[in-house]
Every structure is written in C-alpha cells, then in structure tokens.
C-alpha cells in the first residue's frame, strides 16, 4: 500500500460547491503539507503542518482551509470553488522539511 | 526578482549522454538543496538531499552546490530514458518549509 494516498484522485465539480480533498499517510511523520501545481507555475505550497495543533499558511492560502484530525491525517478544503483553483493538489510529509514524500495527487477541476 | 530560477526546457538529449540542470536562487539564507523528479502523472520523489556547499553522489546522480554563486547543479551521467521527467529544484533556509522551482522537462531520446 501507498505511504500516502490522496482521494478522490479525480474531481469535477461546479463554482461556488464546498469541497475537501483528503490525505492519509502510514509513514509516521509529524509534519505534512498542502501544494498546488499549475503549467508554468510549479508547486506552491498552500498550509503546511508540524503536529496536530499546528497549523501555518503557505504562500497562497487565501479560498483554502485545513484541517488535521490526527497525525496521519491533513484534509484542504475549499469553501467556495472557483475555476482559478482548478489545478493538481499533492499532499506531502516529511520528518525534516527537505526531505518530503508526496501522495498521487488530486485533479480538481471547478468549472 | 523570483526567489528561485529554473529554465523550464524542454531539454532533449541522446541516451548516453551527460545532463546538467541548473537553478539560480536570491536568497543568501538558502542552505538545504535539493532535487526532485516527477514522472507524468505522479508526485515528485527526492533524487538528492544536501546541506550548505559541495558535492554529493549517488550512482549517476550528481549534487553541486555554489553558495557563492547561489547556483546548484544536479548532473546525471549515462542517461537512460527512464530518466525522462521533469526536475524540480528546492531549497530551505531552516529545514521547514521549502521553494520549489518551477521544473526543468526532460527528455532522454533512445
């Protein structure tokens, strides 16, 4: 089984819709992380997370929250879709900051 | 300026061949460096890990870091298509959270 899995792997969905996107990791990290990637634009990182009471924004957080019910778990929600958020979200975990596994991966699109 | 700079490529080479992909960065506190792959569709994995100036191995990976110039480099010898993905370059200042850049796309011709 995969360290870290994401579901669903794939999502359409319509503007304005509340949506969450789910990780789950069996590595037994601390810290995880929320990213986008978009062509041309790489991956930015959305909330990131040390431990279960600590929770930081990234470099684009605004439409987006989070939250992390255990320590193997880190959901990204976003309140009100729209199309702009269409893009790939990873999910990652880490021990030390560098050193980062990702999950598969989410398609969202919002149209 | 972008923190960090990478060319996005594509960059086609011969299999066989020696790949260098490079990134420039701005800011002097960067002192964790690292290399990731990403194979289309998936999530990117670690290729290299280091900290401050040097070089660092692994089989037909090679890590360089230029502090002076805030310059990295990483060098794959004897290129397979396999190694066909696109690189991505990272880097931290404390070891918490890391930049990205943007990805160099890679292709290894057979």
């Known amino acids: 089984d995969a360290d870290v899995t994401q579901t669903p792997r794939n999502r359409i969905t319509k503007t304005g819709k509340r949506i969450m996107l789910e990780c789950s990791q069996t590595?037994?990290?601390?810290?995880m992380y929320w990213y986008r990637q978009d062509p041309g634009l790489g991956l930015r990182l959305i909330y990131y997370?040390?431990?279960?009471?600590?929770?930081n924004k990234g470099e684009i957080s605004d439409g987006y929250s989070v939250s992390r019910q255990a320590q193997a778990k880190f959901s990204l929600s976003l309140e009100s879709a729209i199309p702009n958020q269409t893009a790939l979200y990873f999910c990652?975990?880490?021990?030390?900051?560098?050193?980062?596994?990702f999950g598969p991966g989410t398609r969202l699109t919002v149209t | 300026q972008k923190e960090v700079e990478q060319d996005p490529g594509p960059l086609s080479v011969p299999e066989g061949a020696i790949v260098s992909l490079n990134c420039t960065y701005s800011?002097?506190?960067?002192?964790?460096f690292m290399w990731y792959r990403q194979y289309s569709r998936k999530g990117p994995e670690l290729l290299m890990y280091?900290?401050?100036?040097g070089n660092k191995e692994d089989g037909r990976f090679t890590a360089q870091v230029d502090k002076s110039s805030k310059y990295i480099s990483l060098f794959i010898r004897d290129s397979q298509p396999s190694d066909s993905a696109t690189y991505l370059c990272?880097?931290?200042?404390?070891?918490?959270?890391?930049?990205f850049g943007k990805g160099t796309r890679l292709h290894i011709l057979p």
């Open positions: 590595k037994g990290h601390d810290r």
């Open positions: 990652a975990t880490s021990v030390r900051g560098g050193e980062q596994y």
């Open positions: 280091t900290y401050s100036s």
């Open positions: 800011n002097s506190a960067f002192q964790y």
């Open positions: 990272a880097m931290s200042a404390l070891d918490d959270k890391i930049i």
């Open positions: 997370s040390f431990d279960v009471k600590d929770i």
